[in-house]
């Protein structure tokens, strides 16, 4: 059985501070790269199923934003959906839905996966042996840091 795709008009998103900068039109959410939405889509499902709760997700993207900004981050937009995987990571982790092996091999597939993708074209990963799948999307991202990567 797969999933509904969700779309942002979809999804009602509690009013949190740390939520108030979510970039939007009238519309809802909107997302300059597919990455964005996958990771918007996933951490969605994953409040939806219970995993963890709206205020959860609040506080951990709000704590990722903050520790970015002490770093010297000039919050001007263009990283939001960074501090956004980087909290969904952080979230995955602590709930122990992936080990940190399986988290980095799934980074690295992704990194991987994006690198030999033409331009213009759907990124998606090939299963690998003993994978089912084709694991979570937004893991990685256009631009992260690929020498953890590989």
Known sequence: MSARPVTPAQVSIPDDPALRPLPRDEGGPVFQEPWQA???ALTVRLIEAGVFTWA???TALGAEIRAAQAAGDPDLGDTYYRHWVAALERLVARKR???PDQMSARTAAWARAYRETPHGRPVSLRPEAGQAGTGRPGASHPGA????AS
């Open 145 to 148: 840091d690929d020498a953890d």
């Open 97 to 99: 839905l992936l080990s």
């Open 38 to 40: 996958q990771a918007f």
């Open 56 to 58: 959860d997700w609040a």
